[in-house]
């Protein structure tokens, strides 16, 4: 009995080290991916989207760090992060220029239920293909894709040429398209 007391405490100290260790972890790492133990406060919530911003194609320079330090200074008087997206499209413009902005979990619901998928017409010898933009948040990306592919597989050799019509085309995710 004395023996297998002293075994659970030496579980038990495992244990809880393990689990300080795994949340130590998390605080430090998880913020990387969208992991928090406690939600972020507002301005760690603009560091978090500076971080990601810091990829953008035009984040370099004396313009970028002067952008991405007046919105983590500007964040500081946020009480929501409601309050941080005009601060944190401000800085994505800079950053990213006219393709990054920011998107809320309400718009990418939005836009994911206005996708449409592209219109395949057969005529003659030649496909006319209707390609409207992508949202990736649709998660229609094969749906999306195979649509085209299946136009083309179902004419193979009776396509002399093909007419992409991008009117409509607005941009998004390229991968798809």
């Known amino acids: ?21 795994a949340a130590g972890l998390v605080i430090k790492f998880g913020p990387n991916y969208g992991l928090y133990i406690l939600p972020p406060s507002p301005e760690q919530y603009v560091e978090g989207a ?3 911003a810091d990829f953008g194609i035009y984040a370099e320079g004396k313009e970028w760090k002067e952008a991405k330090a007046a919105a983590i200074e500007k964040a500081a008087d946020c009480e929501s992060y409601e309050e941080t997206y005009p601060i944190i499209q401000e800085a994505l413009n800079v950053a990213g220029g ?5 998107i809320t979990e ?3 619901d939005e836009w994911a239920e206005e996708q449409t998928l592209p219109e395949c017409d057969f005529g003659g010898s030649i496909l006319t293909v209707k390609l409207p933009p992508y949202s990736m948040e649709s998660g229609q990306s094969e749906e999306y894709t195979a649509t085209v592919i299946n136009a083309i597989k179902d004419n193979g ?18 991968g798809p398209m």
Request: glycine share 6%; net charge positive.
């Open 1 to 21: 009995i004395i023996i297998m007391k002293k075994i659970l405490k030496v579980l038990l100290v495992i244990i809880i080290v393990f689990v300080l260790a």
């Open 106 to 108: 309400d718009q990418s």
């Open 157 to 174: 050799d009776s396509i002399k040429g093909v007419i992409l019509d991008l009117r409509d085309n607005t941009g998004g995710d390229m």
């Open 50 to 52: 500076m971080t990601f």
């Open 98 to 102: 006219k393709h990054s902005k920011l």
